[in-house]
């Protein structure tokens, strides 16, 4: 079992940044991906980014590349999501989670979720 946390979300200006965190339970951190979610109002959750279990590897969806960075501190049991260059559209609800599959990028394929912390970009 895991339990996720995140905190950092916060209200920002179009072209601000924001950094989130996500703090993990449990002795099996280092042993999962981690991928950040998000879900808009009214909006399906969509995949944001993920890490792999070392850290060596990430992915992201097209719409965050060259904007968000993705990383993982194993000792501190944290993911985190460096958001640059905010926008409107960024706005929603982040989630993150912790799958047994390399680099996943679907929400089936995680077994474990926060409850997540909101994002809100004014233009």
């Known amino acids: 079992q895991v339990q996720l946390v995140e905190s950092g979300g916060g209200l920002v200006r179009a072209g601000d940044s924001l950094r989130l965190s996500c703090a993990a339970s449990g002795r099996t951190f280092s042993g999962y991906t981690m991928g950040w979610f998000r879900q808009a109002p009214g909006k399906e959750r969509e995949f944001v980014a993920s890490i792999s279990r070392s850290g060596g590897s990430t992915y992201y969806a097209d719409s965050v590349k060259g904007r968000f960075t993705i990383s993982r501190d194993n000792a501190k049991n944290t993911v985190f999501l460096q958001m640059n260059s905010l926008k409107p559209e960024d706005t929603a609800a982040y989630y993150c989670?912790?799958?047994?599959?390399?680099?996943?990028?679907?929400?089936?394929?995680?077994?474990?979720w926060g409850q997540g912390t909101r994002v809100t970009v004014s233009s």
């Open positions: 989670a912790a799958s047994w599959t390399f680099l996943a990028s679907t929400a089936r394929s995680y077994e474990y």
